[in-house]
């Protein structure tokens, strides 16, 4: 018998290889097409690309639709979303993994397919083809809301007993408990919820064509339009970027409000 | 450490690539011929079309392999692979140089990679011997050989733009939409698609907006009935052409306002969908592509199965508005660094014979460029009502639909020149006829869209982006601003609260967190 012992390190070289080869090498590629231009078959640096964008009223228009779409959809699925999640994380019901299964289900039948048939559904009570933004907005939350209602059900259902009793027990209503406690305590999964709904939402257009029929575009359309049919590989790796860092930087702010919250939060708690 | 790993992996990641090839050249015994074309766009039925013995449907790509093999005695393999838009194959042409031996680009793509000279040309025996040289049309041939592209490019598919309409939509249907404008009131707007493609709206829209001084020109030429071979198709043809390739920033101005109000009242615009929302009757008027025009029609219409059961539907109908429309094809060419340029010309001469033209406009829906004794007598057996003096079964007189502007000159000896007529019933010839086969006189008002240069590529981008981008409904804005408000009035909020629950400490004492 052969006996093969890995490092730790060893074991890591399969993700480094991932990793490297389809994270930091694309990454860069991205990042080399966004700053240059080619001028008569060469290559050249440039600051061009990241101007146009902040300088066209169709690109500023298409991210701020995207922002409005993206914002409205995850603002209703966390209002969707967290009853639903409050309900079945401190139901004693028996079977509520059950329950909590017939949410996820959906999720396993491909998304064109759903978003096809939600095309359907819209044409019979008739609001495809007439109320384009609703539609979209629709398609969004029946695509995204698992992912807000999985990570708000994970951390309500992990909060200990014990201080929402102390709460009661201190003379705290049930509303001042929940606004208190509850809601404070269950902000990571808030957090996670809104990040994994509100990121998808603004680039993942199959929805948006399929059920506007294409008349909204938001930033992931334009994206594979630079790539597809202008053939402005520049432009497009440039919005890219442009939507990395707007991602970046409302996680960074999400992500240190939450910090921030549980800290603050925690000290005015006790 | 973490910087080892990574240089490792980088390592790896930068061999990798090295290795691929080394494992590609192995067995090299038969010869490969690469084919890259759109998708759908060739006669290869899946097994479930062709397994079952009723199927005409050819497989196309397996007959060559067996034709190629018996004809020189060398095994050869089609490695066939398929795009999705033509910037797509052009990157992967840029890209990956000498991939392939033979593309099937569009028209003004094919115009691009000859200007940037891409394009290998096809031998002189090809092009005086093959199959294309004998049966393919005069008119496409003369067209190419007009434009320089001959020996660069060997045109497969063909058609017109125009409206594909549901004929009981309203009383003035037909006559509406005699006009590109048609389509811009709104209760047709609101039941019609037009394309999600920069290239086909802009047409439209600069058809639009000069729709007046393309009337008045063929006011001018005597443009109703116009043959090709008339004196002033020759000129006219080019003044259409002209219009309708105006770049110039006013037009594209009037354009994009255009669409805009099109777009206004429009149901949608579409990539593939408006075929099968045309068929259910989703929508009732679809800006088409004359193929896809024959396809809708084909599916929509009542039909009877071979159990005998009926099957509603509607008849639909194509049109061409009176303008103008626009002639597009695609075409055969061999890139540069093509490897098997021998095997390329045999296969386009293999797909060029007229029979297998037949079998693959039967399976794609698609006119072929192609004329000939085997297409034109398929023509007849699918449309023709009957004989010169016929009537249909409403008791008018069937009327000639004449295609000799197409046919003539490729017959083998079943047909003479100027027989190929088709006898039609008025209402058929409104159907996939007109779609498959456009009349002289629509030819003559067609023009070619030619390939835009980089910067004027930019600005017709840009002006698509606004309409496609634009107008941003006003409760867009009081959203953002809603959530601007709320993202201060929670920072500020925080701030105070933040001043209040941490007062500094004392002097001398120092705060623990």
Not at chain 2, 165 to 189: I, Q, R
Not at chain 2, 355 to 363: G, K, Q, R, S, T
Request: charged share 20%.
């Amino acid at each position: 018998m052969v006996r093969v012992h890995f490092s730790r390190r060893q074991l890591c070289i399969p993700y480094g290889l991932f990793l490297a080869l389809f994270v930091v090498i694309p990454m860069l590629l991205i990042l080399f097409y966004a700053f240059t231009e080619e001028i008569d078959g060469v290559l050249t640096f440039t600051f061009s690309n990241f101007l146009n964008f902040f300088t066209s009223t169709a690109k500023l228009s298409t991210l701020l639709m995207s922002f409005t779409v993206a914002i409205i959809s995850t603002a209703i699925c966390l209002a969707i979303a967290y009853p639903v999640a409050y309900i079945l994380a401190r139901s004693k019901l028996r079977r509520r993994n059950v329950l909590l299964m017939l949410f996820i289900l959906p999720m396993w039948i491909n998304f064109v397919l759903r978003i096809t048939a939600l095309r359907e559904l819209l044409d019979l009570i008739g609001l495809l083809g007439t109320q384009n933004y609703l539609n979209t907005i629709i398609g969004m939350v029946y695509d995204f809301l698992p992912f807000m209602i999985l990570p708000l059900y994970t951390t309500l259902e992990k909060l200990d007993e014990s201080y929402l009793e102390a709460a009661a027990d201190l003379g705290g209503n049930k509303f001042t408990v929940f606004t208190k406690v509850t809601f404070p305590l269950s902000m990571p999964g808030v957090i996670s919820g809104i990040t994994m709904v509100f990121m998808p939402s603004m680039t993942n257009y199959v929805v948006s064509d399929t059920l506007s029929n294409f008349n909204i575009t938001i930033l992931g359309k334009l994206i594979d339009q630079y790539f597809t049919t202008y053939d402005n590989w520049h432009m497009g790796s440039m919005i890219s970027i442009i939507l990395l860092v707007i991602i970046f930087v409302t996680m960074l702010a999400t992500g240190g409000f939450k910090d921030d919250g549980r800290e603050a939060r925690g000290a005015n708690l006790w | 450490m973490k910087r080892r790993i990574l240089t490792t992996a980088l390592a790896c990641a930068m061999l990798l690539p090295c290795a691929l090839p080394l494992a590609g050249c192995a067995a090299e015994k038969e010869e490969v011929l690469r084919v890259y074309n759109w998708e759908d766009y060739i006669s290869t039925p899946s097994e479930s079309e062709g397994g079952s013995e009723e199927s005409d449907y050819v497989d196309l790509i397996a007959e060559f392999e067996r034709e190629y093999e018996a004809q020189t005695g060398k095994p050869i393999r089609v490695e066939y692979s398929t795009f999705g838009t033509n910037e797509n194959m052009y990157n992967e042409l840029k890209i990956n140089p000498g991939a392939y031996d033979l593309v099937c680009p569009s028209d003004y793509m094919i115009m691009k990679m000859i200007a940037e000279d891409m394009v290998e040309p096809f031998s002189e025996q090809f092009l005086t011997e093959s199959n294309y040289a004998k049966y393919g049309s005069p008119y496409i041939r003369d067209l190419f050989k007009e434009n320089g592209w001959a020996q660069y490019a060997v045109p497969y598919m063909w058609g017109t733009m125009g409206y594909v309409y549901n004929p009981e939509l309203s009383e003035t249907v037909e006559e509406d939409l005699s006009s590109w404008a048609g389509l811009w009131a709104e209760e047709y707007a609101s039941v019609a698609t037009i394309k999600d493609s920069v290239r086909d709206s802009y047409f439209l829209g600069v058809a639009y907006v000069y729709r007046e001084e393309l009337m008045q020109l063929q006011e001018e030429y005597g443009a109703a009935g116009m043959k090709l071979a008339d004196e002033n198709y020759a000129a006219f043809n080019a003044k259409v052409t002209e219009i309708m390739n105006r770049t110039d920033e006013a037009t594209i101005e009037q354009t994009k306002d255009a669409l805009l109000a099109l777009k206004e009242h429009l149901y949608g615009f579409e990539v593939d969908s408006g075929k099968q929302d045309m068929v259910v009757g989703r929508i009732s008027i679809n800006f088409a592509w004359s193929g896809d025009a024959v396809y809708t029609m084909d599916d929509a219409e009542p039909y009877t199965d071979e159990n005998g059961v009926y099957h509603d539907g509607i008849y639909l109908n194509y049109i061409v508005p009176q303008e103008c429309s626009n002639i597009w094809f695609d075409g055969w060419v061999m890139p540069k660094g093509a490897q098997n340029t021998e095997a390329a010309e045999a296969f386009v001469d293999f797909l060029s014979r007229p029979e297998n033209a037949v079998a693959n406009m039967n399976y794609i829906g698609y006119t072929s460029s192609i004329a000939g004794d085997a297409v034109f007598d398929e023509m007849v057996d699918w449309y023709a009502e009957g004989e010169e003096g016929d009537t249909d079964e409403n008791g008018a007189p069937l009327v000639p639909y004449d295609l000799n502007y197409f046919f003539d000159g490729t017959s083998d000896g079943a047909h003479a020149d100027g027989d190929f007529i088709i006898y039609v019933s008025e209402e058929s010839a409104k159907r996939q006829i007109c779609a498959q086969y456009p009349t002289e006189e629509v030819i003559a008002r067609s023009a070619i869209m030619q390939h835009f240069d980089d910067d004027t590529n930019a600005a017709v981008n840009e002006m698509w982006e606004e309409v496609k981008g634009l107008p941003i409904p006003i409760w867009a804005y009081i959203v953002i601003a809603a959530i601007a408000a709320a993202g201060i009035a929670i920072g500020l909020s925080y701030m105070y609260k933040g001043k209040r629950s941490e007062p500094k400490p004392k002097k001398g004492y120092r705060r623990v967190s």
